[in-house]
């Protein structure tokens, strides 16, 4: 897969993400808490599914890289050691010729 065809599938993302808030957001004045709003969530685990299997992405890197590190936002989190060494994860394309990496040394 390349970088470009990533890109897509994290604007989609993305995209679902925003819609589902935005409608959570609609909705807030007839709950008493805040809504949570799934569309269809399995369209999602498909695309990080689809994901994982093409770059053979065992320990879920890219789901790791998408939500834990908020896109490579968060900056709280401890960093991920390779050998010792710090693994450089801030940017969609980090991510990226990381997992290509792995794909390549199985």
Known sequence: MRLERLERFVDA???YHEREELLAKALEPFNDSYTIIEFCPDIIKCIF?????????????????FYELDQG???TLGGVLEDGAP????TLED??????KNKASR
């Open 49 to 65: 599914d689809y994901i994982n299997e093409e770059f053979e992405d065992i320990g879920d890197w890219f789901g790791y890289w």
């Open 73 to 75: 936002k968060n900056k």
């Open 13 to 15: 993302i993305n995209k």
């Open 87 to 90: 693994i450089k994860l801030d």
């Open 95 to 100: 991510v990226y010729n990381f997992m290509l």
